[in-house]
Nanobody, 127 residues
Framework: QVQLVESGGGLVQAGGSLRLSCAASGRTLSSYAMGWFRQAPGKEREFVAAISRGAGSTRYADSVKGRFTISRDNAKNTVYLQMNSLKPEDTAVYYC????????????????????WGQGTQVTVSS
């Protein structure tokens, strides 16, 4: 099975940028559709962005559309989340998730559709 480790979180002022990374080990990431989710204190874990195996398909939550970009480098076994124009409401623990799937164009938006999760990385945006 695949193991996922997120990094790149931290404290940033509103309007700033961060790039999160999700490094995979154990299996090649090219076999997996990937997603980013986040969970703020007292709230449910919510979908942020998803990317297909072949990177040809991406989807975003309305709250981050136009500000966040998901990408992947299968050669480096890594998925990224570039976050620009950050807002205080983006403060949360960010998790990457993986699901093995045959299609190279399908994306998954629901947390229950993913089998593997990282431990999360904290993002805090100050106003």
């Amino acid at each position: 099975q695949v193991q996922l480790v997120e990094s790149g979180g931290g404290l940033v002022q509103a309007g700033g940028s961060l790039r999160l990374s999700c490094a995979a080990s154990g299996r090649t990431l090219s076999s997996y559709a990937m997603g980013w989710f986040r969970q703020a204190p007292g709230k449910e874990r919510e979908f942020v962005a998803a990317i297909s195996r072949g990177a040809g398909s991406t989807r975003y939550a309305d709250s981050v559309k136009g500000r966040f970009t998901i990408s992947r480098d299968n050669a480096k076994n890594t998925v990224y989340l570039q976050m620009n124009s950050l807002k205080p409401e983006d403060t949360a623990v960010y998790y990457c998730a993986a699901r093995q799937f045959s299609s190279t164009i399908v994306v998954f938006l629901k947390k229950d559709e993913y089998a593997y999760w990282g431990q999360g990385t904290q993002v805090t945006v100050s106003s």
